[in-house]
């Protein structure tokens, strides 16, 4: 069976999902460390009859973005938390397309980044790294919108993830 899922992260990400956090800034380098309270990943599932919408709770995450683009570090979403609302589907994904008793683990690794995040404002960019969903690791590019506001920030990013 192959389905494409349509993860729609809001609040501060920085790559594959939803998040928001605090801004660590040095003089050669900026960290960004999330807040899992404010943070969650929206998806969207398309299916023959409707479409489907839940939500996963991001359980922590952080990133390190170097003056030459180059990103470490990982946000990581509990898969196990996913829910959108019908226990039975619910059920049925855990068990049967996302195995979360099996990869409790969602997880997006930056590499490299495209552009540059301004010191306040918006800013768009393209994140570079490998997502890791269901025991296997893709390699992503992803386009995100961040926005610092003093010492936090926001960022929306949306993609689509191919699942076999």
């Known amino acids: 069976m192959r389905t494409t899922y349509q993860a729609i992260c809001r609040a501060v990400v920085c790559a594959a999902l939803g998040l928001a956090g605090v801004l660590l800034a040095s003089a050669q380098d ?78 997006f690794r930056p590499d490299r980044i495209d552009g540059t995040v301004a010191n306040s404002g918006k800013s768009k960019v393209v994140l570079h790294g490998m997502f890791h969903i269901h025991g296997a690791d893709r390699e992503i590019s992803v386009p995100a919108q961040v926005e610092m506001t003093g010492e936090q920030w926001t960022a929306s990013v949306h993609f689509s993830v191919p699942y076999q």
């Open 30 to 107: 900026a960290q960004y460390q999330l807040d899992p309270a404010q943070s969650s990943v929206k998806f969207t599932l398309g299916d023959v009859l409707h479409t489907v919408r839940g939500t996963c709770k991001v359980k922590q995450g952080n990133l390190q973005i170097e003056p030459d683009g180059k990103v470490s570090g990982q946000i990581v979403v509990d898969a196990a938390s996913g829910e959108c609302g019908s226990g039975m589907r619910d059920r049925k994904m855990h068990k049967e397309i996302l195995e979360s008793a099996r990869y409790p683990e969602i997880a």
